[in-house]
């Protein structure tokens, strides 16, 4: 898995490896809960497929889905946002079990 270089400045953006997922999720923000594509993830972060823009800087909840059909509520803030593609987002406020849920989740997307 290659870590993509940032364009405008040469250096890498990137400081874990992301997995790619490709899964149908839900993710929240103050208009409401809506769905997307979890396109990657790391433990850093992840990127969202879906329309609409989202503000740099805005709250949002990412929900990793469970085996189960349940799921993980993920605070996040949205560090980049392309209209009509998706956005990418930054994992903050993790609790210990949140961070090592996340750990296991991109290990298992890792090995697909």
Known sequence: MTT?????????????????????????NHAGR???ILS????????????????VGERVFVNLPLTDGSSVKMPAE??????DIGFA????????????FLERFVELHAEQ
Do not use: Q
């Not at 400045?9 to 839900?26: F, K, L, M, Q």
């Not at 987002?89 to 090592?100: C, G, I, Q, S």
């Open 40 to 55: 990657d993830v790391s433990v850093s972060g992840c990127f969202v497929l879906t329309s609409g823009i989202r503000g």
């Open 34 to 36: 809506h769905r997307g």
């Open 89 to 100: 987002a930054r994992f903050v406020e993790l609790t210990d079990a949140k961070m090592e």
């Open 4 to 28: 993509p270089r940032d364009r405008r400045s040469g250096h890498e953006r990137r400081r874990a490896a992301r997995s790619t997922v490709g899964r149908e999720i839900h993710w929240e």
């Open 78 to 83: 949205v560090v980049n946002s392309v209209t």
